[in-house]
């Protein structure tokens, strides 16, 4: 929950269970307006627990050549109302766990707070058996059993004020060592720049 300005980040090895390659999020709206955010990702090893975040940030996080972030957040490096979506995978994934927090003001600053998923309103599983992947997984073209994990919300149901429009300038996917808000990263996908607005049209990702 550190403020992104200060994140380091080298070139080297991560924790295999922490090692991820493929991250996704998509966004999408049913037949009763309600919008839904998806998101997925693989890991390299199954042993073990896995935490993969998903952070939706208003304002823009860009990774610098030399080792540092930039972050346009204005509330202490994100902006207030941004949304984490946590997927963990435990027992090497045989049971999913999926956390929602948004980053608010608290005493002495800002930081994520956990909000409940309303009843039948979010859904989280990993890989029941191996799978042939499209594209590039790790390993090669086959993910094993618990390999893959992917989850969903409805953001209406969530986040009672989101409204027609949630503006989305960065999607940040990355791995860290447990549910601690001070966990240490391990693993990250560069940080996309994106212009995105739910509303009446199909969303899509630029």
């Given at each position: 929950?550190a403020?992104p300005?200060?994140?380091?980040?080298?070139?080297?090895?991560?924790?295999?269970?922490d090692?991820?390659?493929?991250?996704?999020?998509?966004?999408s709206?049913?037949?009763?307006?309600n919008?839904?955010m998806?998101?997925?990702?693989?890991?390299?090893?199954?042993?073990?627990?896995s935490?993969?975040?998903?952070?939706?940030?208003?304002?823009?996080?860009k990774?610098?050549?030399?080792?540092?972030?930039?972050?346009?957040?204005?509330?202490?490096?994100?902006?207030?109302?941004?949304?984490?979506?946590?997927v963990?995978?435990?027992?090497?994934?045989?049971?999913?766990?999926?956390?929602?927090?948004?980053?608010?003001?608290?005493?002495?600053?800002?930081?994520?707070?956990?909000?409940?998923?309303p009843?039948?309103q979010?859904?989280?599983?990993?890989?029941?058996?191996?799978?042939?992947?499209?594209?590039?997984?790790?390993?090669?073209?086959l993910?094993?059993?618990?390999?893959?994990?992917?989850?969903?919300?409805?953001?209406?149901?969530?986040?009672?004020?989101?409204?027609?429009?949630f503006?989305?300038?960065?999607?940040?996917?990355?791995?860290?060592?447990?549910?601690?808000?001070?966990?240490?990263?391990?693993?990250?996908?560069?940080?996309?720049?994106?212009?995105?607005?739910?509303?009446d049209?199909?969303?899509?990702l630029t």
């Amino acid at each position: 929950d550190a403020n992104p300005n200060t994140y380091k980040w080298k070139t080297g090895s991560a924790p295999q269970k922490d090692d991820i390659q493929n991250g996704l999020a998509y966004f999408s709206e049913d037949n009763s307006g309600n919008h839904w955010m998806r998101v997925a990702g693989d890991r390299q090893s199954t042993s073990g627990d896995s935490y993969i975040d998903y952070e939706f940030l208003q304002a823009t996080l860009k990774k610098n050549a030399n080792g540092t972030f930039t972050s346009a957040g204005p509330n202490d490096g994100r902006t207030a109302g941004d949304v984490l979506l946590t997927v963990h995978l435990t027992q090497g994934g045989s049971q999913a766990e999926f956390y929602a927090q948004r980053w608010q003001a608290v005493a002495g600053g800002y930081d994520y707070v956990t909000i409940p998923f309303p009843t039948g309103q979010a859904f989280v599983a990993a890989n029941i058996d191996s799978i042939v992947a499209r594209g590039t997984a790790l390993g090669g073209g086959l993910y094993a059993k618990n390999q893959f994990g992917e989850a969903a919300v409805n953001l209406d149901a969530l986040l009672p004020n989101f409204g027609k429009c949630f503006g989305i300038a960065t999607v940040f996917i990355r791995t860290k060592a447990s549910t601690s808000s001070s966990a240490v990263l391990k693993d990250f996908c560069e940080p996309v720049q994106v212009n995105m607005c739910l509303d009446d049209t199909p969303p899509v990702l630029t």
